[in-house]
Each structure stands twice: as structure tokens, then as C-alpha cells.
């Protein structure tokens, strides 16, 4: 099963309830418009106007779902939703400890008593995290090549970090477009930071924020957590007060 059959499972227990479900940085509604097809009522929360510009026309005409503009550590609604959920490894961009822990906290005051918070993200990969330490301060290095002939081409750049000190990784990419004589007629910057959560801090952090651990599984068939998995998928409900 994918991670959308995955959700859509969980929000057809949720849904029991008669509440919708809220999807976390929902970007162009990948995860939350196959649900609303199902029959699930939706609301979808992303910061991004462009993305949620996206979603919006992907999902014209499709009642059960609606978007609002949000930082999903920051929110209030006045409502209760039987799942919240945050899938695409999105609760990773939270790259401070303080916002990890305000977005399980709006995730905590707007979620049933009887609800349940899901999410997926990497089980950090040590090895891979180790070649990105190595090749810090190695510069911009290629990363892909395409081209078009006589309608030139696009180059892209990529540099990783990872920082064991703050468990992030700083990822630089640059996409230049190129004419047909091989000159850069743009060049587009992106910048993206990531921070791994490793399994006993997520645990730490649920607790902490009033959540109990239902279950990890190491990915979408509901299989065991283990030291194979190269993810983590997490269900947690309110602990009992
Ligand atoms: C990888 S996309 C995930 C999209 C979607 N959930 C999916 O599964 O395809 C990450 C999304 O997170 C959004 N995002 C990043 N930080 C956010 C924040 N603090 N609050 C809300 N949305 C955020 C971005 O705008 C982007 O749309």
C-alpha cells in the first residue's frame, strides 16, 4: 500500500466521528484531494499560497475538501478533526525543536478526544548522512544534465550538508537553463533545510506534547519498525489526562 491508501484508511475510522480530517502542509493536495474522492471531508493547511493555488484548481468542483493558509506550527481553528495528519515527510521542515513541539501542541488542541495524529517521515539513513559530512565544503557538485539540442539545455547543482550538532541538513540547488552555444541564460537558487527526528525523540516528543504512542511501523502495510526500515510511520492519540 502507498502512503495514500495508508491515510485514507486511518480517515475512514476517523471520519466514524463525523469530524474532517486536517492534512498539515497539504502542498497541491497529492494526499488529500484521493481522499476527498472517497468521500472523506477534508481540510487542507499549507503556508504557500502558490501551492495552495495549485491544490485549489486540482480539486474545482470536489465539495468534500477545503484549503486554508497556515504555518502548521502556528494554527487555530475552531474546530476539532478527527485525524490530523502530515504526510511527505512535511513535519521534517520544522527545523527548531520549539516548532516541532507548537505544531504537535495545535495538533493536541485540535485534535477529538478520540482522534489520532499520523505521520511519516526518513529513518535517518546514518550512512548516507555520513557522505554528506564528508563531502562538506566541497562546493556545488552536478547533480543532473539535460539537453535539448538546438534549444540548449538545463544543468542542475547540488550541495548537502548534514550537521550533527543541530541534526539538519542544509541542501543548496541551482538550476541553470542554457542557450545552445552552452551559455547560462538563467539561473534558478533553491535552498531547503531539513532536520532528522531519530525514533526515541520522536517517542520523547509526543510524550511531552500529551500525546501516546499507538504504533511505528516501518512503512505503509503496517509492518514492524525495523532496522531495515528507511521509515517511520507514526500513529499517537491524546494521552488520557
Ligand atoms: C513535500 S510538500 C508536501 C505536500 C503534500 N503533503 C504531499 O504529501 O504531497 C511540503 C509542503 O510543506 C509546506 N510547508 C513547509 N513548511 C510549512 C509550515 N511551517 N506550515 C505549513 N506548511 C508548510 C510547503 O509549502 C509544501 O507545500
Given at each position: 500500500m502507498?502512503?495514500?491508501?495508508?491515510?485514507?484508511g486511518l480517515a475512514r475510522n476517523a471520519s466514524r466521528s463525523g469530524l474532517r480530517a486536517l492534512e498539515l502542509a497539504v502542498g497541491t493536495?497529492?494526499?488529500?484531494?484521493?481522499?476527498?474522492?472517497?468521500?472523506?471531508?477534508?481540510?487542507?493547511?499549507?503556508?504557500s499560497p502558490a501551492m495552495l493555488?495549485?491544490?485549489?484548481?486540482?480539486?474545482?468542483?470536489?465539495?468534500?475538501?477545503?484549503?486554508v493558509e497556515g504555518n502548521m506550527a502556528s494554527f487555530?481553528?475552531?474546530?476539532?478533526?478527527?485525524?490530523?495528519?502530515?504526510?511527505?515527510?512535511?513535519?521534517?521542515?520544522?527545523?527548531?525543536?520549539?516548532?516541532q513541539k507548537?505544531?504537535?501542541?495545535?495538533?493536541?488542541?485540535?485534535?477529538?478526544?478520540?482522534?489520532?495524529?499520523?505521520?511519516?517521515?526518513f529513518n535517518p539513513d546514518i550512512p548516507l548522512m555520513a557522505a554528506w559530512m564528508r563531502s562538506a565544503g566541497k562546493g556545488m557538485q552536478p547533480a543532473r544534465a539535460v539537453e535539448f539540442g538546438a534549444r540548449g539545455g538545463v544543468l542542475e547543482w547540488e550541495s548537502r550538508r548534514y550537521l550533527t550538532s543541530t541534526q539538519q541538513i542544509d541542501e543548496t540547488r541551482i538550476e541553470e537553463r542554457l542557450d545552445a552555444g552552452g551559455a547560462v541564460i538563467s539561473r534558478i537558487y533553491r535552498k531547503m533545510g531539513l532536520r532528522y527526528v531519530f525514533r526515541f525523540e520522536m517517542e520523547h516528543l509526543l510524550r511531552l506534547c500529551g500525546f501516546e504512542v499507538e504504533a511505528l511501523y516501518g512503512g505503509f502495510d503496517f509492518e514492524p519498525f525495523t532496522d531495515?526500515?528507511?521509515?517511520?510511520?507514526?500513529?499517537?492519540?491524546?494521552?488520557a489526562s
Open positions: 502507498d502512503d495514500v491508501g495508508f491515510y485514507l493536495g497529492r494526499v488529500a484531494i484521493p481522499l476527498a474522492r472517497a468521500g472523506i471531508r477534508v481540510l487542507g493547511l499549507d503556508r493555488e495549485v491544490a485549489r484548481r486540482k480539486a474545482a468542483g470536489l465539495e468534500a475538501i477545503e484549503f487555530s481553528l475552531d474546530e476539532k478533526f478527527g485525524l490530523i495528519y502530515i504526510p511527505a515527510r512535511s513535519f521534517l521542515l520544522l527545523t527548531a525543536v520549539e516548532d507548537a505544531c504537535l501542541g495545535c495538533v493536541r488542541e485540535h485534535l477529538d478526544a478520540d482522534g489520532r495524529l499520523a505521520l511519516n517521515f531495515a526500515s528507511t521509515e517511520m510511520v507514526w500513529v499517537a492519540r491524546p494521552a
